[in-house]
């Protein structure tokens, strides 16, 4: 299976890492809301079909992307940033202390 990395294009899977369900919504941080906790910590849709993921290309630039694949066939319909312009290629990294 290939995934598209928007800075590297076409790669291998292997060179990705599975960062999880592309659809969870964090509860506020101060949130007290045991239920939503919950939720967000254990459940996890397994959809036969379209899914919302999030993949960090580990084996490479190590940026976080956003894809959306078939969980039967495997057919990637879509990949983008999960952040449009925080990017930084590892020649750009800042340098320690400098400002964001
Ligand atoms: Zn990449």
């Known amino acids: 299976m290939l995934l598209t990395c ?4 076409p790669r291998d899977v292997s060179e990705f890492t599975y960062q999880g369900d592309g659809n969870r919504q964090r509860p506020a941080p101060s949130s007290q809301d045991l239920q939503a906790w919950n939720e967000y910590v254990y459940d996890r849709q397994n959809p036969a079909g379209d899914h919302n ?4 290309h580990s084996g490479g630039c190590r940026s976080h992307i956003r894809v959306l694949r078939n969980t039967v066939t495997h057919v990637v319909s879509s990949s983008a940033p999960v952040r449009g312009n925080t990017h930084h ?4 990294r800042r340098k320690p202390g400098a400002k964001a």
């Open 6 to 9: 928007p800075y590297c294009g």
């Open 53 to 56: 993921e999030i993949w960090q």
């Open 89 to 92: 290629r590892a020649t750009e």
